[in-house]
């Protein structure tokens, strides 16, 4: 790995450094984060890599070779499996989910019923086609947001526990017998969306997923720290994963010395089950700004990347208008959703430095990135730490990089 000047890339590099002692200050010292992984690159050339606190409890600091768990920074990587079968003409956007997941035909919209009365549904207005699963407008839902008799249903059938009783093709079995929370392409929710398009590619490719990310995805691109499970000769470099519950304060979620994810799992997630490095991400981000193409490696079109980072909400909708759940919050306003991403539409709505056009998404254990191809600049940002939703990192990070910019 080689540093770029900063100088060289259009940074100011005292106003770079800048970011660290905040990130220190008012994370670490505080103890809201265990520790913090930041890599600034533009134009795919690295301008800042810097490492704090320990990865595991009492151990040695985080550094280039530490492992994270993703969580849903997985979503692009299955999203752009699927584009990839796209563009071999084996699926479209456009194809009904229950052409390839026969299981979901005869899914209908919560009307009534549920905790052990009986559901009763209406017929969905419009079949769910791919794209609703890219864009996370299928009318699924997540278990842990405990908003309806919808959410309640996964949560009682443990059809989201990777290491429970079902696999990938007993787990879309089990969402064919609940309901939907509303018609397809009517609203927007966070969902298992991703994890199903995870089934798709496992079908129409003839695949396990797992297997074609490796194969196809990640051992082109050089991404060899990436995967579902962490190797037995790798489990050293897993950091520990922190969990915050009210009235504890940070309790250990997963030890990296004993981890799940060291155990291959039986529900492969495509929505959030990997772990990875600073570095593989930070390969995988310029692959997107480079096109589709890496190192002479190109895997999908430019105008495939085109495609997946524009806004493909219905009407052209943003977040606040059309989530219905979580990111219906005002600061998404003028942020739509492409095919596996977040996109900025207009940062003057979104109320936080960037540009149109801007693409990203994050985890559930406070990871991140963003991909900005007008500066061609992009960020991974790593801590293990659940919720996502406690502290605004990703917002001050692009404050902080952006002020940084001297050209």
Not at 29 to 36: I, N, T, Y
Not at 248 to 255: C, E, H, N, P, T
Not at 326 to 338: D, H, P, R
Not at 385 to 398: D, F, G, N, T
């Amino acid at each position: 790995m080689k540093l770029a000047k900063p100088e060289n890339q259009g940074f100011d590099a005292a106003r770079l450094a800048r970011i660290d002692p905040y990130l220190k200050a008012r994370y670490l010292d505080s103890g809201k984060l265990p520790h913090a992984q930041l890599l600034i690159a533009r134009g795919g050339e690295i301008v800042h890599f810097s490492h704090q606190g320990p990865a595991r409890e009492g151990g040695a600091p985080v550094d280039e070779a530490t492992l994270f768990r993703i969580a849903s920074m997985t979503k692009p990587v299955t999203s752009l499996a699927f584009m990839m079968l796209v563009e071999e003409g084996l699926v479209g956007l456009d194809t009904p989910v229950h052409h390839i997941l026969p299981e979901l035909k005869a899914l209908g919209v919560f009307k009534a019923g549920g905790d052990k009365v009986p559901f009763q549904t209406t017929p969905t207005e419009e079949p769910m086609r791919m794209v609703d699963l890219l864009r996370h407008t299928s009318g699924f839902t997540y278990s842990f947001q405990n908003r309806t008799n919808v959410d309640a249903a996964y949560r009682a059938g443990r059809i989201e526990d990777w290491h429970g009783n079902l696999d990938l093709d007993g787990f879309i079995a089990a969402l064919g017998r609940i309901p939907l929370e509303f018609s397809p392409g009517s609203e927007w929710n966070y969902s298992v969306s991703t994890d199903v398009l995870g089934a798709v590619v496992e079908r129409v490719s003839g695949m396990k997923l797992g297997d074609f990310f490796r194969q196809r995805i990640f051992a082109p691109l050089g991404m060899h720290d990436t995967g579902f499970t962490v190797p037995a000769d790798k489990i050293d470099r897993l950091a520990d994963c922190w969990t915050m519950v009210q009235g504890k304060g940070r309790v250990m979620y997963d030890r990296g010395a004993e981890s799940a994810w060291s155990r291959e799992p039986r529900l492969v997630s495509g929505g959030g089950g990997l772990v990875s490095t600073s570095l593989d991400y930070h390969r995988f981000c310029t692959f997107f700004l480079n096109k589709g193409e890496l190192a002479g490696t190109r895997l999908v079109s430019r105008k495939t990347v085109d495609l997946m980072t524009a806004n493909h909400l219905p009407g052209g909708s943003d977040l606040h208008a059309m989530s219905q759940s979580l990111f219906s919050e005002t600061t998404n306003a003028g942020t739509g959703f492409g095919l596996g991403f977040a996109i900025t539409m207009d940062p003057a709505k979104a109320m936080i430095p960037g540009s149109a056009g801007e693409y990203y998404w994050g985890g559930m254990f406070s990871t991140s990135f963003f991909i900005d191809p007008v500066e061609r600049l992009s960020m991974v940002f790593m801590t293990q730490l659940s919720p996502s939703m406690l502290y605004p990192i990703r917002r001050e990070l692009k404050t902080l990089i952006y002020s940084a910019l001297n050209d």
